[in-house]
């Protein structure tokens, strides 16, 4: 008597783990090429900002959720391309069926293939010499290896489908169809380089973006801790809070940082002000010990802006003060100051002055004539300019004129657009020869020293024959200098650096 114990299973079982199989093999390598591309762009965005993905604790979930992006950009080109291409072979084989254009039609078949050669060496010259090229320029030869497979792929079809419009996509010899199969390997590994290549830049640009956002950033994190970390006051606002009694160890207070990454209890800090040569990243557990609190600075942003007026100044936007009303006569130099700074004797003559918008305009660049003369040069009052207030002293037995001003604007964001065209304006002046009434100025050179930008102007009817015009922007403030005189450029520089040095930054 014979027993087996061998089973059976069912048809309908078997046909639903086929259908399981069918459906879990390509999610599974769908899902391997989402990650691996998220933690390629990832990587690459933590190293533009100077952190390891591992320090951070990213996941899967997120590496998946991080090639969302990139492979979107790149599913659009592929299928663009692929319907492109198909109703080119489709259009291509309809004229040879008709017989029309036949000569042209293996040209442009020939034209393919010699492209695809020339694409093909290209990339096998990258992949045998990759010095030959920066890293920048890395990406190209990928690109030029899935160009050239491509071309050669359709040129060897458009070439065959002259000869039978009617043959299949797969060569009829055993040497076509490895040749094929070859262009086929190269063409699918290009395209993974290619994706790879995208996924790395793509991650660099949202590293690029991300510093971007910290400045104006609707949030801020205050980190409240009893450590004492050495932080650049450049960059982070450091105060210490009383404590209850005088035993008590006393905590800190860092301010200006923003959050670049929370995971669970561990939060990822960065300064608003981070620069990649000059910043550094803070990751702090949320416990006892460390108070992290967000607060909302989202109406501080728009007026702020994020010039180098509040930017060189003040560690982060929420900290920018500015001068309003009849404080900002407060700016100028007193006339005991001005003779300090500018090494004169004394200034007998003076006439002080105030200038307000007469009109509605847009911002615009002066020209080199209104460039030379301060006062020639009116903003409208759309621009954000309030007035200008100033003081005008002379000195005939040096033969030395001073003409300090500073310029009010409603908000910094205003003051740095006025002030950018002008010092671009002022660039492209330099060098240059300008008629002013009856009297010919020539405009010298430009120069820069710790944000004052002083320009050297030569004119006849000046004392001394040479006169320099300074000016800085802090926050909402201008200043503005002109110097006529023995050491002209000298003189400006130093009364516009002590102006923009009175600038209360607390």
Known sequence: MTTTDERTMSPHLQSWLGVVGIVAAPLSAITA????????????????????????????????????????????????????????????????????????????????????????????????????????????????????????????????ACDDPTQSALPPTRVGQAIFGINAVVLILAIFASTNAFAAKAGTVEGINAVARLWSTNSTVILDTPDQLELPSELIKVRTLPGRDAQQQPTYRYECFRPVAVRGDRWVLMPAGWKREFGFTVIVTADASHRIMLRNIKDTGPDIGDGPNVRDYWPCPEFVKTVKGDDIVTQLLSFEDVKRVAQVPAFPVTNEYVQRPQRDSAPRAPSCAEAVNPTAYEPGRDSGFLR???????????????????????????????????????????????????????????????????????????????????????????????????????????????????????
Not at 78 to 94: I, K, M, Q
Not at 458 to 483: F, H, L, M, W, Y
């Open 33 to 160: 090429l989402f990650y691996y591309f998220g933690r390629v762009s990832t990587n690459a965005q933590m190293t533009y900002l100077g952190l390891s993905p591992d320090l951070v604790g990213f996941t899967t979930n997120d590496y998946v959720a991080q090639s969302a992006n990139v492979l979107y950009f790149v599913a659009l080109w592929s299928l663009v391309v692929c319907a492109a291409v198909l109703a080119f072979c489709l259009g291509f084989r309809s004229l040879v069926r008709r017989g029309r254009h036949q000569v042209a039609l293996r040209r442009v078949a020939l034209t393919v293939l010699i492209l695809g050669i020339g694409a093909l060496l290209r990339g096998v010259h990258g992949v045998w010499s990759p010095a030959s090229y920066d890293n920048d320029r890395q990406w190209q030869t990928p690109a030029a290896l899935a160009i050239g497979a491509a071309l050669l792929l359709l040129g060897e079809w458009l070439r065959r």
């Open 388 to 506: 200008r207030s100033g003081r005008e002293m002379v000195d005939p037995a040096s033969q030395t004129r001073m003409d300090e001003s500073v310029i009010e604007f409603a908000t910094p964001r205003q003051a740095s657009a006025y002030f950018e065209p002008i010092r671009s304006q002022w660039d492209a002046c330099k060098k240059s020869t300008i008629t002013v009434g009856t009297q010919r100025i020539t405009v010298g050179d430009l120069s820069e020293d710790h944000h004052v930008w002083t320009l050297v102007v030569k004119t006849s009817n000046e004392p001394g024959g040479q006169c320099a015009r300074a000016s800085a922007a802090i926050s909402n403030v201008v200043s503005d200098v002109v110097a006529c005189g023995p050491k002209a450029s000298e003189r400006a520089t130093a009364v516009a650096t002590a102006i923009r040095d009175r600038f209360p930054k607390e």
